[in-house]
């Protein structure tokens, strides 16, 4: 068993909520279950936190805490001033903590771990700039409480832009010591468009009238679609409620758990250490919900186990970033770009898992297959390990399945997203409550205080990235940037033919660059946002449905995590495994093929949608068979052998990788091809066979 828990990485220093939990007392690894090693921040839309004791601590932790009693609050006893002054009270309480968790800096170009002045300073600004507008006193000639600054809205008083400018700085300051520069560099980009555009020549397509500065506050400031905007709302209303429900599970050991069980349910077979990783992958995602994180996670345990198998370190690390980003593509929980595509669409949340459920089995069908032949390629031997079995870890914490059972039910039933999640978090903590190795930590007043507390500065990257997005969604309204931008799109593909499915094909490979390119740049939340205001209207243009189009953009702005040369996923696993970058962003990059395909099904072919789940019965049925086989057939191209039958040379590859290209169009006129290009490439491969035997 020691074996499989050798491999520890040498980490970024613990986060700050990290060392609050562990100061107020978590429970030890018992000798029957053994902790996951400490969890590495590596998350693909934060950097590490400060680490923060003394003052600075409970500053930070009492204001976090405080705020998860506002969104909880916020669930069952709405605010009455409304949505809009809700966001303002959740901004107040998390901005100012951005600036004394996260460092402003290189740490070579700061003293001491802690927040210094200029931090402590521009967190007090960022709370009065934030509860500005509902503060009841007069401000100079500004002020006067939130009804006053409503009613100014498109007339902004000198003193409302004012702090709105602060405000806006103080914002894409945030994100920058969140996620880095490349983000608030878009969004000044918006902003420069914004205010210049006026200045383009007028025949140009993406010229507009211009906007002046008041404008351009005003959008920000003081309406729907800036700051306080989707984005925002969606992190404020859901994604809070998500991270704290993970940090109950993290407390009460399921993530350990998901791992053991994956390691129990396949130790005697060849293939088991690769399929060991694909399904702790997946069950540990509902706890992270992050790739990278959990690819991190997930290698810490299972690389020394493929290690012994026989993998090398690029194969592994490749396995581990795919099973990593399939977390964030998976129902019950998916990435936080899902709860943004189900308000953009205003449908429940439960309907985007349905539209999750046939690509996710697909995802994972090609990462599984790729891995048996892998494992027959590769010549991996079979790993003992040590652990209990299956039906008795089942029997001692299956109860830790049934937080997210509940979350599934309560949704089919009706139960809204925010609230569902907040009786699966309840559910958790009473199941750790009951059970003997966490019931004492669970009594513990403080222990629960930092809980709470934890799950709120877990987000608080997102809602950095929230807030600035609104930037983008404020300037790409207000100009109409989005329809401009589509329609150059659509105009690119009709340059190349006037027929319709042409025209769609060549939009899509667009799209699909420009998706790529921009998940290069920005974290994933960011990416779809920006993604759906410039490439949706394009699909939507080209008579793509709505979900269709959705999906899509959703699809191509998480996998940015296996795209070279950024690839935070695979960079995370290769520094796991010891592997090259690059080779292991590559490696990832065949796992995750299927994942690259299958969207670009669901605008491009009729019968496509229906791997969304719409549509008749026995359509859904066949469309999911036909892209199984597919899936199966470029499993093949990329691996170069056929299952059952042995090695497949590059003949058998070739007329594999047409076969699954074909079946994938799922038209009736590419299904004949598909079908007798995989019927060549098995012919071809026994042929090969005989000779050689």
Known sequence: MSD?????????????????????????????????????????????????????????????????????WQVFRPLAQGSQYYLVIFLSGTLPVVF???????????RGDGPGPVDWLLALVALVVCLYPVLPMAIGSG?????????????????????????????????????????????????????????????????HAGLDFGQIVDALYNSGSGFYGTPLDVAASYIVLFTLYGAVLEFSGAAQFFVDLSVAAFRRSRGAAGRTTVASGFLLGTVSGSGTATAVTVGAVTWPILRRAGYPPEQAAGVLAAAGVGAILSPPTLGVAAFIVAEYLDVSYVTVLGWAMIPTLLYYLGILLAVEIDARRLG????????????????????????????????????????????????????????????????????????????????LPVVAVCTSAGVITAIATKTGLGAQLASVLVRAGKAVSDNHTVVLACTVMLAAIALALLGLAVPVTASFIIGWAIIGPALLALDVSA???????????????????????????????????????????KYALPAFLVPIVFVLSGPGEYLLGHGPVLGVLWTTIVAGIGVAALAVATGGWMLGIGPAGVPSRLLAGVAGLALLYLEPGALVVGLVALTAAVGVTLLSRRRTT
């Not at 921040?41 to 805490?65: H, I, K, N, S």
């Open 100 to 110: 004394l968790a996260y460092r402003s800096g290189p740490r070579w170009l700061e």
């Open 143 to 207: 002020g006067g409480g939130y009804n006053a600054f409503l009613d100014r809205q498109g007339l902004l008083d000198p003193v409302d832009i004012a702090m709105g400018t602060v405000l806006l700085v103080l914002v894409l300051e945030a994100c920058r010591r969140t996620t880095g520069w490349v983000l608030p560099a878009v969004c000044l980009a918006f902003i420069g468009y914004g205010y210049y555009g006026g200045y383009l020549p007028q025949q140009w397509t993406v010229a």
């Open 547 to 589: 979900p269709a189009a959705a999906m899509f953009v959703f699809y191509y702005s998480v996998l940015s995590e296996v795209t070279p040369p950024t690839a935070l996923a695979a960079v995370g696993a290769a520094a796991i495994t010891g592997a090259r970058a690059v080779p292991t962003m590559w490696q990832a990059l």
């Open 380 to 459: 991996t031997e079979q790993v003992e390990i040590s652990v209990g079995s299956v039906w008795r870890l089942l029997a001692r914490f299956g109860y830790h399945f049934l937080s997210l059972i509940a979350i599934v039910v309560l949704l089919l039933i009706g139960v809204s997203a925010a609230k569902a999640v907040i009786y699966a978090t309840a559910l958790a903590f009473v199941l750790a409550f009951l059970d003997s190795r966490t019931r004492a930590p669970a009594r513990s007043p403080r222990q629960i205080f930092h809980m709470l507390g934890s799950g709120v500065r877990s987000a």
């Open 4 to 72: 499989t828990r050798d491999a520890h990485l040498e980490a970024e220093p613990p986060t700050d909520h990290q060392v609050g939990a562990a100061d107020a007392g978590l429970p030890g690894p018992d000798p029957e279950h053994r902790a996951l090693p400490d969890k590495i921040e590596v998350d693909d839309e934060e950097r590490p936190a400060r680490v923060l004791r003394g003052w600075a601590e409970r500053v930070v932790a009492t204001a976090a805490f405080a705020v998860a009693l506002l969104v909880l």
